[in-house]
Nanobody
Framework: QVQVVQSGGGSVQSGGSLRLSCAASGFTLDYYAIGWFRQAPLQEREAVSCITSSGESTIYADSVKGRFTISRDKAKNTVALQMNSLKPEDTAVYYC?????????????????WGQGTQVTVSS
């Protein structure tokens, strides 16, 4: 069964750190760009970060640059999002996703395999 499975997340105070992980079941992530998205209540899902299949290129939303780091571990078939200096406005459900492209996109419609979502809550 093809699945994208997320782990990590939780609650933290402002300034704290959390790490999210994205793994694949039934296929390898190696060939595809992986995106992280988030959705806060009553807001549209937005792109947070993405890493290309090679791992050589990454993109970040302006709001998280310098605080979040995306990385991939091909040996473990996982992609991680390290989130530091968290702010209350980072509170959202976070999703990892992959499509069939090796290059990154900020568009949700270009991704068709999504993780289950994980809640990140940052308190002030």
């Amino acid at each position: 069964q093809v699945q994208v499975v997320q782990s990590g997340g939780g609650s933290v105070q402002s300034g704290g750190s959390l790490r999210l992980s994205c793994a694949a079941s039934g296929f390898t992530l190696d060939y595809y760009a992986i995106g992280w998205f988030r959705q806060a209540p009553l807001q549209e899902r937005e792109a947070v970060s993405c890493i290309t299949s090679s791992g050589e290129s990454t993109i970040y939303a302006d709001s998280v640059k310098g605080r979040f780091t995306i990385s991939r571990d091909k040996a473990k078939n996982t992609v991680a999002l390290q989130m530091n200096s968290l702010k209350p406005e980072d509170t959202a459900v976070y999703y990892c996703a992959t499509g069939y492209a090796s290059t990154c996109s900020r568009n949700t419609y270009e991704y068709d395999r999504w993780g289950q979502g994980t809640q990140v809550t940052v308190s002030s």
